[in-house]
């Protein structure tokens, strides 16, 4: 059966008001009108009257948990999230950045989300070959199934064939069109730190000037901070205004260290995250 955005708005709607009138939340965070239907935006209602504001199609790329990081610790949150955007919720729960008990979250089972800039389908290819949220509380529509699965690695091949020197090529000619404005870091659900490193003075990790030196600076430093902490949803790539196609670098790393560790992050809420925890049986293919 095909999924229904307006339904799945229209429960949402119905979610988010039954939450905020009982109290048992002050926010939740979901998806507004943006300047057309195109460019829906992450949204927070706060109260029952602004639940009307909140509207879902296929164009809700926007991975909300990023902005679960915002609010005071103790602050009683929903949060509608997506297949990926439920894992970035179990990561940043493993990591001690939110609370499971202060959380409501609403999953959405979908498939058909497609970027805005291209019209292209998302799923399988920079949203980890998931339909199904991994946790919720509260289903917004039935789960997706029978729906072709591919890896989320299978995208890796034309990459992985190529040899170091051509990969460093392949990322100093793409990181070189980086302008810094951090877009990337803005969308990653992942990206909490503050101030970042890169905008520390004291010590000065690097040059922000976008060239060369600091651009791989900050981008050799980000894609090591989200290893085994990339969750998958391909935002960073999305919100790049200049396409550079970061999720190549952040599936290569979550490969190997699935491969390694055989666990992929925010997966469950029972795993610690990978490179925080040690076992004895841990490869040590890390230290080549
Ligand atoms: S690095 Fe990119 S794909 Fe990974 S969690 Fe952050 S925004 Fe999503
Ligand atoms: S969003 Fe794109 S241009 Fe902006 S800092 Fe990130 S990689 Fe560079």
Redesign the pocket.
């Known amino acids: 059966m095909a999924v229904s955005f307006q339904q799945i708005e229209e429960k949402l709607k119905t979610e988010a008001r039954r939450l905020l009138e009982s109290g048992q939340v002050s926010l939740v965070l979901a998806w507004g009108r943006g300047f057309d239907e195109k460019h829906p935006m992450p949204y927070v209602a706060k109260g029952a009257s602004d639940v009307d504001g909140i509207v879902f199609n296929e164009f809700c790329t926007h991975n909300l948990a990023r902005y679960l990081v915002r609010y005071p610790r103790g602050t009683k949150m929903a949060v509608a999230v997506k297949a990926a955007d439920s894992r970035a919720v179990v990561q940043l729960i493993q990591e001690d950045k939110v609370k499971r008990h202060d959380l409501v979250i609403l999953g959405i089972p979908v498939y058909g989300i497609k970027n805005p800039k291209t019209g292209e389908i998302i799923d399988g290819k920079t949203t980890c070959g998931l339909y199904n949220p991994v946790l919720y509380d509260i289903l917004i529509a039935e789960e997706v199934h029978g729906q072709p699965v591919s890896s989320p690695y299978a995208v890796l091949a034309e990459y992985e064939a190529m040899d170091q020197d051509a990969r460093f090529a392949f990322w100093k000619k793409e990181?070189d069109?980086?302008?810094?404005?951090?877009?990337?870091?803005?969308?990653c659900p992942m990206c909490y730190c503050d101030p970042c490193f890169i905008d520390q003075n004291k010590p000065k990790w690097g040059e922000k000037s976008?060239e060369t030196p600091g651009?791989l600076m900050?981008?050799l430093t980000r894609f090591h901070h989200l290893a085994g902490r990339c969750i998958d949803c391909g935002e960073?790539?999305r919100?790049?205004?200049?396409?550079?196609p970061?999720y190549l670098f952040h599936k290569k790393v979550a490969k190997e260290c699935e491969e390694m560790f055989g666990q992929a992050a925010g997966m469950s809420i029972e795993d610690k995250p990978v490179l925080v925890n040690f076992r004895m049986e841990d490869s040590d293919k890390i230290l080549e």
Do not use: E, G, M, T
């Open positions: 990181l069109r980086c302008i810094r404005c951090y877009a990337c870091r803005k969308a976008p651009n900050y981008h960073c790539s919100a790049c205004p200049v396409d550079i970061l």
